[in-house]
C-alpha cells in the first residue's frame, strides 16, 4: 500500500518553511524520508523508526506518529538547495519500502 | 557516490526485445532492492532480494524477473519490452546494521522506442 504524501507541490521563497506529510493506511515499523534532484538518485535525508528513535539529517526534522501512522518533514529557513522531490517510504517489515509519490518543492530567491 | 553501481546507464531498444540489468550494491550490503520510476511519476517497488533471497515483492510483471547472486550483486531482466516500460530503473542497497537507509544507485534509463 503507496504511501499519501501532500501537498503534492510547494513553492517557497528563501528562509520560509514548509512541511510535508505522508500518512499510510497500515500499521509501519518505520519512515524513510530522501530528496531526488532532477536527473539524480534520491538521497537520504531521515529515517524515523517506531519507538522515537530518529537517524538523519541536521538541518531538517521531522516528526512520527505511531498511532496515527502518519510522519511530517519539518524544513526550516529554506536554502535554494532545498529544492527537488521529496518522497516518504514506509516500511511495515522485511525492510520492504514503499514510497509516495512524492512532494516537489520549489525554493526561489 | 552512494557506492552503489549501476550499468548501463543507459539503454534504448525496441519492443520486443529483453535486457538486463546490473547492480552492484555498497561493500557489505546483503539487501538489494529495484525500483521503477516513469517519467513525473514515484518510485514503484518491484522486487527486494537479502543475501541471495528473495525478501518481498511488490507490483513487478511477469514480464520482468530478477535475482541475487552469490556475490551479491543483482541482474533485472526485462523481457517482451513495451514503449511503457520506458523508464528509470533504480537498486538500492542497505544493512541492517546501519540505519536503514537505503543508498541508490544512479539508474539505467530505459527508452523502448
Known amino acids: 500500500q503507496q504511501p499519501v504524501q501532500s501537498p503534492q507541490a510547494v513553492i517557497l521563497r528563501e528562509g520560509e518553511d514548509a512541511v510535508i506529510n505522508c500518512s499510510s493506511s497500515?500499521?509501519?515499523?518505520?519512515v524513510h524520508w530522501y530528496r531526488q534532484k532532477h536527473g539524480e538518485a534520491p538521497v537520504f535525508l531521515m529515517i524515523?523508526?517506531?519507538?522515537?528513535e530518529q537517524k538523519g539529517h541536521e538541518k531538517i526534522s521531522a516528526s512520527f506518529n505511531e498511532k496515527k501512522q502518519q510522519s511530517s518533514l519539518y524544513l526550516t529557513a529554506s536554502q535554494l538547495s532545498y529544492s527537488g522531490t521529496y518522497f516518504c517510504g514506509t516500511e511495515k517489515g522485511y525492510q520492504k519500502v514503499t514510497f509516495g509519490i512524492g512532494t516537489k518543492l520549489q525554493v526561489i530567491p | 557516490d552512494s557506492g552503489v553501481t549501476q550499468t548501463p546507464k543507459h539503454l534504448i531498444t525496441a519492443t520486443g526485445q529483453r535486457v538486463t540489468l546490473r547492480c552492484s550494491p555498497r561493500?557489505?550490503?546483503?539487501?538489494v532492492y529495484w525500483y521503477q520510476q516513469s517519467l513525473d511519476q514515484g518510485l514503484q517497488f518491484l522486487i527486494q532480494?537479502?543475501?541471495?533471497?528473495?525478501?518481498a515483492k511488490g507490483n513487478i510483471l511477469e514480464r520482468f524477473s530478477a535475482q541475487q547472486f552469490p556475490d551479491l550483486h543483482s541482474e533485472l531482466n526485462l523481457s517482451s519490452l513495451e514503449l511503457g516500460d520506458s523508464a528509470l530503473y533504480f537498486c538500492a542497497s542497505s544493512s541492517r546494521t546501519g540505519t536503514g537507509e537505503l543508498f541508490f544507485g544512479e539508474g539505467s534509463r530505459l527508452t523502448v522506442l
Open positions: 524515523l523508526l517506531k519507538g522515537g
Open positions: 561493500s557489505g550490503d546483503l539487501s
Open positions: 497500515k500499521a509501519l515499523y518505520s
Open positions: 532480494y537479502y543475501n541471495g533471497e528473495e525478501r
